[in-house]
């Protein structure tokens, strides 16, 4: 008997733990509400069938536990019952998968209108970049990393010169624009996390990976690693910044561009070496 | 219905071969040490995969102890978390689970179960233990190694796993992970192949595939899958083992660290993530079939009712081990890797479900109009179908690609699998062991310990991993040595944190009593006879208990029904052992 009693108790006690507990997500801030919901769906099918599997065990301990003189029933098969919880099971499944995928198609299907920002990972710390006057990122390649081009960009780019740099800074972005996020890493995998926006996207050195968003809400956000880069790992926290259409163009006027900071740099070693060696 | 205790009074095919004569030990050294018989051999890979495990439960304490009270205890630095994190990761998959199920449970009943008197090649089978042994060595070495051991995270990915911000990156660490790991799938290739043929050749006249106890589908189909998966991390090793110490530049592209060029370039990180989860996926089904084939007979069994569905449970055994070599990337979602292969990773992940959810059906119908004895087996076996139906739950969360993208790399992560390849299949191997601690010694384990055993570990495992899910969905990510200040680290995450760390301690300390139990009833276990739970398949069957070297005296075994002949109407017992004639048959057959 104690058996059933813990069995309803487990269902009954997860079940209260998913309605009553102070653990949920953040509020979002992002276009990515179908993700939420499509996660909400996948709570009530799961939770639906777990308490049933669960419950259902019970019932069969309480009903059919051994009593003296209890004889078991023999039936080796039952192809109807199979068939249809076979069928049963299929169809949940698909309820599920249906709007995953339609919602993954949005996903990775960057609007034409989403402006490019680059977000370069290093061990430990964000940089960012956002295309200049001509609208444009311009070419970039690891091997170009030196104490005064911490991004290694191309020089010889015309397209490289305007683009905006931010190290180590916060990043700015305005509301309610689509934005596609191109990741890049000098060194080791990072992931660029905002657990507001709901997307995430593993930063591979070697390659340009992208996820695509939009803000929808004003703010200042954590960004957070998420993909283990070293024993700085949880260190490597950075700042965005959603903010109305007003300040984000005082923000970007603010900003220096690429020819603007080797100009200003000089002779003397830059900023970002500096802070790379004290997050050591 | 349908008749699927096949061809019972079908004529018993003669045999094809003579009864080989087995090799005979001529000291206590080759008897009990460089043994070849498999049931030596299974005692010896059980008892070091409980060893090394016990390593990974005390790093587990560290770990919790540092999560849930971050910044009490000096001694775990984040080097040394990342190291622990790592090694009790692998330990707990390669050098426990995978062992102990193959090694272990499969050198012990495949040979009883399909009535062999031993493995076909006892030299190479003994030569697998002893590698595997040499492959824990070096692993369990890299602890007392100059820097450590590597602290790459159990999925060692480039190219971080081998540069100087990772404990052990350029020390002896994952130099001695990788070469550890090689050889454990040397020795396992020769355990493996072993048992293959074993299963394939070495059966009872009589004892047809489709008369098979589930026990042994189980492990043959996760051993068929390892052998096509782990050459994929053999490669995955080797290369990475030549990027560290040649210099090649097979998963490292040009690198920038800390500002400062590195000889490497042109490689691909994201090639050995493809390598890895083309291992790395399987190798859960290779830790979750045998469980599944133990469980599927611990219920039988102890419900005294057939299994429900077996021809069912059979071919979803073997689709789900297909299946498991098409779904390896949905690791690999947030990845970078080309985003449209999200739709058929998703789909192929999804589908799995099916074969899954018809097992669990299986075994709960199986219950149903049973007998239930709620014996120790029984309970962890109802034990496994909660936490397996809630880990295998989470996976369609995380399977279902825009769905992980929020949770992939968070604490729901961490939960899910520990709930489905942890908790669950931990829960079968102690149901199997309280099941055939009998058999293997000759006496019962105790009860009274057995039961405090199982209701701590049971509901502490649960509570440990159910809430953790919660803290993913909140944010928190995995593999962090502490959380920092972030919007979503409030004061409740902390108590939460403390509340795991505290559940984790105390079912720590259960496994404690359990090992007490093993070591204890060797002497004063109550007798157990040859037959203690009024089984059907063959191990219970032999002429002695513990069965010797041989298994089975003069005669071989003959199989003359399948192995779940329970309550069968009309018979005079609850129960008919395999190699029990049909009735009025029995002069004829035997004699055949």
């Known amino acids: 008997m104690a058996v059933v009693v813990i069995l309803v108790l487990l269902a009954a006690g997860s079940v209260l733990f998913h309605l009553l507990s102070p653990w949920w997500w953040t509020p979002i801030a992002s276009n990515w509400n179908y993700i939420d919901n499509t996660l909400i769906i996948t709570f009530w099918i799961t939770g639906f069938v777990f308490v049933a599997v669960v419950l259902f065990m019970a019932y069969c301990v309480l009903r059919f536990r051994h009593r003296p003189g209890n004889q078991a029933a023999y039936e080796p098969e039952n192809k109807r019952l199979e068939g249809w919880l076979a069928m049963s099971t299929t169809v949940g499944v ?53 104490p005064e081009n911490s991004l ?51 930063m591979v050195p070697g390659m340009v990976t992208y996820f695509w968003f939009t803000p929808t809400r004003t703010g200042t956000f954590e960004i957070l690693c998420a993909e283990l880069c070293g024993v700085g790992h949880p260190q490597m926290r950075g700042t965005v910044v959603v903010d109305t259409e007003a300040d984000y163009q005082t923000w970007l006027a603010q900003q220096q561009t690429f020819s603007q900071l080797t100009a200003s740099a000089g002779g003397s070693s830059t900023a970002a070496t500096a802070d790379a060696s004290s997050a050591q | 219905m349908v008749d699927v205790r096949s061809g019972i009074g079908e004529a018993v095919p003669p045999a094809e071969v003579e009864d080989v004569e087995l090799y005979h030990p001529h000291s206590w050294w080759t008897r009990y040490v460089f043994s070849q018989d498999a049931k030596i051999i299974a ?20 770990i919790r102890l540092q999560l849930g009270f971050p910044g009490t205890f000096e001694l775990i630095d984040a080097e040394r978390y990342y190291q622990f994190i790592t090694m009790h990761g692998m330990i707990m998959v390669i050098y426990l689970l995978t062992a ?109 595939l489709m008369r098979m106890p589930l026990t042994v589908w189980g492990i043959i189909t996760a051993t068929v899958m390892a052998l096509l998966a782990f050459p994929a991390l053999f490669v995955a090793c080797v290369m990475m083992l030549f990027d560290r110490l040649l210099g090649t530049s097979f998963f490292m592209p040009a690198i920038a660290e800390m ?124 034990a496994f179908i909660v936490t397996f139906v809630n880990g295998g739950l989470t996976g369609l969360f995380l399977g279902n690609v825009v769905v992980d993208v929020p949770l992939s790399d968070t604490m729901f992560v961490v939960a899910h699998f520990h709930m489905v390849m942890g908790v669950a299949p931990i829960l079968v191997i102690f149901g199997a062991i309280y099941h055939w601690y009998p058999k293997v010694t000759g006496r019962m384990l105790n009860e009274a ?46 108590s939460l944190n403390a509340f795991i760390s505290v559940a984790a301690l105390i079912v720590g300390a259960a496994q404690i009593v359990f090992l ?33 070297h041989g298994n089975w005296g003069k005669e071989l075994p003959v199989v003359y029904r399948w192995a779940y002949d329970y309550s069968v109407p009309g018979a005079p017992e609850d129960f008919i052992p395999q190699n029990q004639p049909a009735p009025g048959r029995m002069s004829h057959e035997a004699a055949s």
């Open chain 1, 94 to 146: 698909i309820a599920m998968l249906a709007p995953g995928l339609f919602v993954w198609n949005q996903f990775v299907t960057v609007p034409a209108e989403a402006t490019e920002v680059e977000v370069v990972g290093q061990q430990w710390l964000w940089s960012f970049r956002l295309p200049g006057a001509d609208g444009k990122l311009g070419t970039s390649e690891t091997r170009d990393v030196a």
């Open chain 1, 152 to 202: 290694g960009l191309n020089r010889n780019d015309a397209a490289t010169l305007d683009d905006l740099i931010i190290e180590g800074g916060e990043l700015h972005l305005p509301i309610g624009k689509p934005v596609k996020v191109l990741l890049r890493s000098v060194d080791v995998l990072h992931d660029f996390y905002v657990p507001e926006f709901r997307a995430k996207m593993d």
């Open chain 2, 43 to 62: 005692i010896q890979y059980s008892t070091t995969a409980i060893a090394i495990g016990m390593v990974a439960l005390v790093l587990s304490w560290l």
């Open chain 2, 100 to 208: 102990l199920f193959l090694g272990g449970f499969g050198n012990y009943l495949i040979p009883l179960m399909v009535g062999a008197r031993d493995m076909v090649f006892p030299y190479a089978n003994m030569l697998s233990y002893w590698i595997y042994l040499l492959a824990v060595l070096v692993l369990a070495a890299s602890f007392f190694a100059p820097g450590g051991p590597t602290g790459a995270g159990w999925t060692l990915y480039p190219p971080q796993a081998i540069l100087s911000n990772t404990p052990g990156g350029r020390d002896w660490g994952i130099i001695l992970m990788l070469s550890s790991l090689i050889i454990f799938i040397i020795g396992f290739t020769m355990g493996g192949l072993n048992y293959v043929v074993t299963v394939l050749q070495g059966r009872a006249r009589g004892m047809t």
């Open chain 2, 259 to 382: 500002g400062e060029q590195l000889e490497y370039g042109g490689g691909s990180p994201i090639l050995f993530q493809h390598l890895f989860w083309f291992f790395g996926h399987p190798e859960v089904y290779i830790v979750a079939l045998p469980a599944f084939g133990i469980v599927s007979d611990l219920i039988s069994t102890h419900a005294r009712k057939n299994i429900f569905g077996y021809r069912m449970m059979v071919w979803a055994i073997v689709i789900i081990g297909a299946l498991s070599f098409v779904v390896w990337a949905h690791h690999m979602y947030v990845s970078g890797m080309n985003p449209y292969f999200g739709f058929f990773f998703a789909t192929t992940t999804l589908i799995i479900a099916v074969p899954t959810a018809i097992k669990v059906y299986n075994w709960v119908l199986t219950l149903w109009r049973g007998d239930i004895h709620l014996t120790l087996p029984m309970l962890f076996a109802l």
């Open chain 2, 449 to 494: 310990l057995g039961q405090l055993h199982f209701w701590v570990t049971f509901l502490g495992a649960y509570a440990i991993f159910f809430p953790m899910h919660y803290l993913g969905l909140v944010g928190v990510p995995r593999r962090y040595h502490e959380l920092g200040d972030a919007s979503f680290v409030t004061d409740s995450v902390h």
């Open chain 2, 516 to 548: 007490f139990n093993l070591v204890w009833s060797l002497r004063h276990g109550r007798e157990a006879g040859g037959n203690p739970w009024r089984a059907t398949t063959l191990e219970w069957q032999t002429p002695e208990t513990p069965p010797p």
